[in-house]
């Protein structure tokens, strides 16, 4: 996946493009295989979760999310979590700047 | 000969996967199955809100929502229904979803705002044809709402 966390003034501002065919039920159906989508992303700072959201098969493929969150973080490291319909997990981590 | 056997069992058990639960904000998709079934009337092409308001009952408990306190930013017209991005914001929410009227289901996301979190969220949806985009935020307990119609040329659910 890849990331993008910029800080300034107290706000960090996160762009996450993750990879995954988010591969609805109907889709599934048409294409004869399995319907998968991520069910959930979080992303933390340390312990501190700054995003979570539960997710769909509405999502469009290679999800693209942007969100923001205040503290000083600079330096620190934003950790991406998302797990999909399959139970399959995936991290993505990058340092904001 | 000596045979010295080193018990690496105690490991073996450690090495189980243990997600730490002290932090993680609510998955709705476990704590309301319901609300990721309820489907939008398959004979309305779109224009019925009923399924809308049905999931919106089934996440939140209730359907009373009053419009406003909620900014919505989706395309009139959305060229690739594969991909339409859409922005919602919402200062003082605790919680915010997205459904629309278009697809076999209604519900779309659900957005957990976090201590340090700030209530804007953008994101990229499928629509399998046009129809209202609803943007539902939680505040003080009181839900609030903004409705944006996206007309849909090419449907984006691999249609």
């Known amino acids: 996946m890849r990331i993008k966390a910029k800080l300034k003034d107290g706000v960090t501002t996160a762009k996450v493009m993750a990879k995954h065919p988010m591969m609805s039920?109907?889709?599934?159906?048409?294409?004869?295989?399995e319907a998968n989508f991520i069910t959930h992303i979080t992303a933390k700072v340390?312990?501190?979760?700054?995003?979570?959201a539960s997710t769909s098969q509405f999502l469009s493929k290679n999800p693209y999310i942007k969100f923001a969150f205040k503290g000083e973080n600079k330096?620190?490291?934003?950790?991406?979590?998302w797990v999909d319909l399959s139970g399959k997990s995936k991290t993505g981590k990058k340092k904001i700047k | 000969m000596?045979?010295?056997?080193?018990l690496g069992l105690g490991v073996a058990l450690f090495a189980a996967s243990v997600v730490p639960a002290s932090l993680m904000a609510e998955d709705f998709?476990?704590?309301?199955?319901?609300?990721?079934?309820?489907?939008?009337?398959?004979d309305k092409k779109g224009e019925s809100l009923d399924g809308v308001n049905a999931a919106i009952k089934e996440l939140f408990g209730t359907d009373k929502v009053e419009v406003g306190?909620?900014?919505?930013?989706?395309?009139?017209?959305?060229?690739?229904?594969?991909?339409?991005?859409?922005?919602?914001?919402?200062?003082?929410?605790?919680?915010?979803?997205?459904?629309?009227?278009?697809?076999?289901?209604?519900?779309?996301?659900?957005?957990?705002?976090?201590?340090?979190?700030?209530?804007?969220?953008?994101?990229?949806?499928?629509?399998?044809?046009?129809?209202?985009?609803?943007?539902?935020a939680q505040i003080d307990g009181k839900l609030y709402k903004a409705e944006k119609v996206v007309k849909v040329t090419i449907g984006g659910c691999g249609g």
């Open chain 2, 69 to 136: 306190n909620v900014k919505l930013k989706a395309p009139d017209i959305a060229e690739n229904g594969a991909v339409i991005p859409v922005t919602v914001k919402s200062d003082k929410a605790t919680k915010i979803a997205i459904f629309q009227s278009a697809n076999p289901e209604a519900l779309v996301a659900v957005f957990d705002v976090p201590k340090n979190g700030i209530p804007e969220y953008s994101m990229r949806i499928k629509m399998s044809q046009t129809g209202t985009v609803v943007a539902v």
């Open chain 1, 25 to 33: 039920y109907d889709e599934a159906k048409k294409k004869k295989k």
């Open chain 1, 75 to 81: 330096g620190k490291e934003l950790v991406i979590t």
């Open chain 2, 29 to 42: 998709r476990k704590s309301k199955p319901n609300a990721w079934t309820t489907k939008n009337p398959a």
């Open chain 1, 46 to 52: 340390g312990d501190e979760v700054v995003y979570d």
């Open chain 2, 2 to 6: 000596e045979r010295r056997k080193f």
